[in-house]
């Protein structure tokens, strides 16, 4: 039933967004904080750089909710190759940012090279998700099982 896919979809899209919210706020606020776990509080340098980083991971971490959910049901729902597509799109978007914009802005456009990926697959996988319902919607309207 369609409409139970819909709704799973949906709720697992707010579940992880929630999640993504939530530790979008932990990596903005104790990120640098939190790579005292691995950096030395004497490379204040690395610890600088891992904040900024982690902070601007955490103002787009909710992103990641939309991915997972939309590729997994777009895989689930037996389009794999589709869901592939979407890991290829995050991998061109990284490379994209890393020669288009790491020359001009230097770290901070590494710091938003995630990011990128993750909002170019959530909009192609989003899309895609659409159009596997739509398949399977008109599949099951002509009797096709």
């Known amino acids: 039933r369609i409409d139970r896919v819909r709704k799973g979809i949906r709720d697992g899209v707010i579940a992880g967004?929630?999640?993504?919210?939530?530790?979008?706020?932990?990596?903005?606020f104790f990120g640098r904080t939190m790579s005292l776990l691995?950096?030395?509080?004497?490379?204040?340098?690395?610890?600088?750089?891992?904040?900024?980083y982690l902070r601007a991971l955490g103002f787009f971490y909710w992103v990641l909710g939309i991915l997972n959910v939309t590729r997994m049901s777009v895989q689930g729902l037996g389009f794999s190759m589709r869901a592939v597509v979407g890991g290829v799109l995050e991998m061109i978007?990284?490379?994209v940012v890393s020669f288009g914009l790491v020359p001009v802005f230097g770290f901070n456009a590494i710091c938003?090279?995630?990011?990128?990926?993750?909002?170019?697959?959530?909009?192609?996988?989003?899309?895609?998700?659409?159009?596997?319902?739509?398949r399977i919607e008109n599949k099951n309207s002509r009797g096709v099982e």
Request: charged share 10%; glycine share 8%; with cysteine.
């Open 17 to 28: 967004v929630l999640y993504g919210i939530g530790i979008g706020l932990v990596l903005i």
């Open 38 to 52: 691995f950096v030395n509080a004497e490379y204040t340098a690395v610890l600088d750089a891992s904040g900024q």
């Open 93 to 95: 978007a990284r490379i």
């Open 112 to 134: 938003i090279a995630d990011q990128s990926a993750w909002i170019a697959a959530a909009i192609y996988m989003a899309i895609m998700l659409r159009v596997c319902i739509k």
